[in-house]
C-alpha cells in the first residue's frame, strides 16, 4: 500500500512538472502552443522568417495565419476569406526589433472578394523592454506599439504588443494603454507542440 502511494505521488509530482516546462529559443524552434479560454494556437517556424500560426476556437471555424518573424501579419486564410498583406519594403530590415527603434511600412491588402483602395501603413515603435509571465513561465519581451492607418491616415487599429523575440510570438496585446480603459489581452499558457 505504501509503495502505491508513493508511486502516485511521483507521477503527480512528475505530471506539475511537466505541465509547468516552460519553451525556451531552442523548443520553439520545433514549434509550441499558446493558449486562453476559447483559443488555441500552434505556432511553427516556416521558411523565409515566417511562423506559421493555426488557430483553433472554440466557438468558430478555424484560421490559419502568417507572420513575419511572428509579429507582422502578412496572411490569413478562414473559411470566412482569405486575406494577404502584400508589405511595399522590406521586412527583414525591420528585425531583429531594438528598443527605441521606429519604422513605417506600407502594406496593400488583396482579397479575392475586393479590389483594393488604396495603402495602408503599419507603424511600429519599440517602447521598451519588459518581462511577461505565461503560466510559470516568464519572457523578456518588447513592448511593441503597432499603429495601422488607412491611406488618409486615419487610425483603424492601435495596440502594444508584447513580443517575445526569443519565441517570435507576440503573448499578449495591451490597448488603450495609459488611460483608465487600459486593458492586456493575452495568452495564458505555453507547452512544447507534441510532434
Do not use: W
Amino acid at each position: 500500500m505504501r509503495a502505491a502511494t508513493i508511486c502516485m505521488v511521483l507521477l503527480a509530482t512528475a505530471s506539475v512538472a511537466h505541465g509547468a516546462e516552460c519553451v525556451d529559443a531552442k523548443a520553439a524552434k520545433a514549434g509550441f502552443v499558446l493558449e486562453k479560454p476559447g483559443i488555441r494556437s500552434e505556432f511553427r517556424p516556416v521558411a523565409g522568417g515566417m511562423v506559421s500560426v493555426a488557430n483553433i476556437y472554440e466557438s468558430g471555424p478555424p484560421q490559419t495565419q502568417f507572420l513575419f518573424a511572428g509579429l507582422i501579419e502578412v496572411f490569413r486564410d478562414s473559411d470566412t476569406g482569405h486575406l494577404a498583406m502584400i508589405p511595399l519594403g522590406d521586412l527583414k530590415k525591420l528585425f531583429p526589433l531594438k528598443s527605441g527603434v521606429k519604422s513605417t511600412t506600407q502594406f496593400v491588402e488583396l482579397s479575392p472578394r475586393k479590389q483594393p483602395k488604396g495603402t495602408k501603413t503599419l507603424d511600429l515603435a519599440v517602447k521598451g523592454k519588459e518581462i511577461f509571465s505565461l503560466g510559470g513561465c516568464k519572457y523578456n519581451v518588447l513592448a511593441v506599439k503597432e499603429t495601422i492607418r488607412n491611406q488618409a491616415g486615419e487610425t483603424l487599429d492601435t495596440f502594444t504588443a508584447l513580443y517575445a523575440p526569443d519565441l517570435r510570438a507576440a503573448l499578449a496585446r495591451r490597448y488603450d494603454e495609459g488611460t483608465k480603459s487600459e486593458s492586456v489581452i493575452g495568452y495564458e499558457t505555453i507547452k512544447p507542440l507534441a510532434q
